[in-house]
């Protein structure tokens, strides 16, 4: 009966295609979205895992979003602003300011992001790495084929590679890491910062009203307290988790609705080859097998096909549009294909049905 | 000659649309020998069709009772039903019904795949009954390459492939010429000579005196049972 079966299906091979992408399909576009939704959820746990409890300090030009995005913009604020908090009253609050300076930097036709971090405590600058001196991310190291100890020149700017880092902070594998003193040059922003991060112990203070200190003291800068942000973004992740299980059940609708369909259809179509089987002496159940267990190896082909389509629609295509690495969770691959499997397996099961309560003396009657 | 199918008082009834039933078989009651070829005539809509998938275990009869050899036919399960089927019947029709997608070969070990045999088993057995049909060069065309004749030839070594006991043709020269109908007669003739038992239905009354019995079968009731003129005469 398996080798009917195999014949069967090498017969209809086309047909059995079009079936495997019209489950393929929805099933990207739910990895996609299933990735969308489950990377800002990533993404907004990630930030408030990196500031802490603390409080940043933005250009109020820059979007959080665009700040994280790795976009750097042209908005900056003087790097003499850390010295003014550290002197004002508030400054009894702050632990340690961390100022930053980013900006993309294209060598040829890779894109780099060149990141000065500079870390005071106390008020006083911290060591970080010598002016003139840069780490790498791993991606940045193999692509400038640069290690530690080498030359290289940026921006007309002579540096040295320090150090390729294991791993990089926010994911930064193109990263370029510098003092601030160093990507201030390299970047041709003399004195400038577009983001701070301020810490301190705030347990018995009320930070949202030292935010509205800092940016009194401080014109043209957003505080952002990372309590209120994720305040704020909780709705985010809450509409993306709804908009995740609408589209997962449209996906099942979709998929469900579409191998019946074919499958009735199928049936339709081969009722005088399944009223010989069944004449001839196959039972019934083995013809609801047949068509349940192509509808299943349909699924199961077509899971796995649109899980390897949304991978790079996931990590190139959406994340162009986001603006966001989002990487497209491998351990999605089992649990979609064995879902989408058993779904067409189901779906199947009633045209299946069908076919086998066939009458072959109705259906092979010959006119 | 034993008695391998009983039929009796086997009445078909088929429920129509608004309430309306039609009787195909009426009260019929009649044995069938082993080694026999039965013709069965009879006007369209007299029952034959009916009387053949009645005895080939595929449709239950509304009153009396069905018997091949010793079994109850439908007093088995729809499984034990079908398992029957595979292993002492063998089924021909009008059309054929050759899967266009398989060869020639593969068409005829279908009851042998069903039946669960050795798939080399069935395919030397297959290429043992196309080639005793003039068949051999022809196992791996598909039916779409062969002539009517041939595709019902390739039909009838299927119905054959797992030895059964009673042969059931369901107007198998209905689509064809009078040189192919008398070439499937006396493929027919000849394995009914090796002693398998045939149940045929036929419009063609010449041909229904080339069986060893006829069968008359008027309004689902039988109106005429007695051997054929022709018995013995080939064609």
Not at chain 1, 226 to 246: D, F, H, N, V, W
Not at chain 2, 151 to 170: E, F, K, M, Y
């Amino acid at each position: 009966m398996f080798v009917l079966f195999l014949r069967s299906l090498q017969h209809r091979w086309l047909e059995s295609l079009l079936m495997t992408a019209a489950v393929a399909l929805p099933v990207a576009a739910l990895t996609v979205q299933r990735s969308l939704s489950a990377s800002t959820e990533e993404q907004i746990h990630a930030q408030a895992h990196d500031l802490g409890n603390n409080m940043l300090v933005l250009s109020d030009r820059t979007e959080l979003a665009d700040h994280y995005a790795l976009h750097y913009d042209d908005s900056g604020m003087p790097d003499l602003y850390p010295e003014r908090i550290a002197s004002a009253p508030i400054g009894r609050h702050i632990g340690w300011v961390e100022s930053r300076l980013g900006g993309n930097l294209g060598l040829g036709k890779e894109p780099f992001v060149f990141l000065g971090i500079e870390v005071a405590a106390g008020g006083r600058p911290q060591p970080s790495l010598p002016k003139g001196m840069v780490a790498l991310g791993p991606t940045a190291s193999t692509r400038l084929n640069r290690g530690a100890g080498d030359r290289l020149q940026l921006n007309e700017v002579d540096l040295v590679v320090g150090q390729v880092l294991g791993a990089t902070p926010e994911g930064l594998d193109t990263g370029v890491f510098a003092s601030l003193y160093t990507a201030q040059q390299v970047l041709r922003r003399h004195g400038e910062i577009n983001s701070m991060q301020l810490a301190g112990c705030w347990c018995s203070l009320d930070v949202p009203a030292l935010a509205e200190q800092v940016e009194a003291l401080l014109p043209g800068t957003q505080a952002l307290t990372i309590s209120g942000m994720l305040e704020a973004q909780k709705g985010t992740i809450a509409q993306a988790k709804r908009y995740s299980r609408t589209s997962l059940i449209a996906a099942i609708v979709l998929i469900a609705g579409l191998i019946m369909a074919l499958i009735a259809s199928q049936v339709r179509r081969q009722v005088r080859e399944i009223g010989l089987l069944l004449a001839t002496g196959a039972e019934p159940l083995r013809i609801v097998l047949q068509f349940v267990l192509k509808a299943a190896i349909v699924g199961v082909l077509g899971g796995a096909l649109g899980h390897v389509l949304g991978r790079p629609i996931t990590e190139r295509v959406a994340s162009a549009m986001v603006g966001v690495p989002l990487p497209a969770p491998a351990s999605l691959l089992v649990p979609t294909v064995l879902l989408s499997g058993l779904l067409c397996a189901v779906a199947a099961f009633l045209p299946a049905l069908r076919a086998a309560r066939l009458d072959p003396t109705e259906v092979l009657r010959d006119v | 000659m034993s008695e391998l199918v009983r039929l009796t008082s086997a009445t078909k009834q088929f429920s129509g649309r608004q309430g309306l039933s039609v009787t195909a078989l009426k009260d019929v009651t009649l044995s069938i020998r082993r080694g026999e070829f039965v013709m069965v005539v009879g006007p369209s809509g007299s029952g034959k069709s009916t009387l053949l998938f009645t005895v080939g275990g595929m449709a239950r009869p509304t009153g009396g009772t069905v018997h091949f050899g010793d079994t109850d036919v439908y007093a088995l399960s729809p499984s034990r039903r079908a398992a029957l089927r595979r292993a002492r019947l063998g089924f021909i029709f009008q059309t054929f019904n050759l899967l266009p997608y398989l060869s020639c070969l593969d068409n005829v070990t279908v009851p042998a795949v069903l039946d669960g045999q050795p798939r080399k088993a069935g395919l030397a057995r297959g290429r043992e009954l196309l080639g005793q049909i003039g068949l051999a060069a022809r196992i791996a065309h598909r039916p779409a390459e062969l002539s009517v004749g041939e595709r019902q030839r390739v039909a009838l070594c299927r119905s054959l492939i797992n030895a059964p006991d009673l042969l059931l043709a369901d107007e198998p020269t209905g689509n064809l010429d009078h040189q192919a109908t008398l070439g499937v007669l006396e493929l027919f003739k000849a394995q009914n000579a090796l002693g398998l038992t045939i149940l045929m239905v036929t419009h063609d009354l010449n041909l229904a005196e080339q069986g060893t019995r006829l069968i008359r079968l008027e309004a689902g009731s039988v109106v005429e049972d007695r051997p054929c003129r022709h018995s013995g005469v080939s064609v």
